[in-house]
């Protein structure tokens, strides 16, 4: 899956890409319980 397809995912999923390169992609995803 390309980066660009990630960060949509992310920002439909109200995530936060923290870092992305080539051979790593980091989010956070807010708004979530821990349950």
Do not use: F, P
């Amino acid at each position: 899956m390309k980066a660009e397809k990630l960060i949509a995912l992310c920002q439909r999923y109200h995530a936060l890409v923290l870092n992305s390169d080539e051979q790593t992609l980091s989010i956070a995803v807010v708004g979530l319980s821990a349950a």
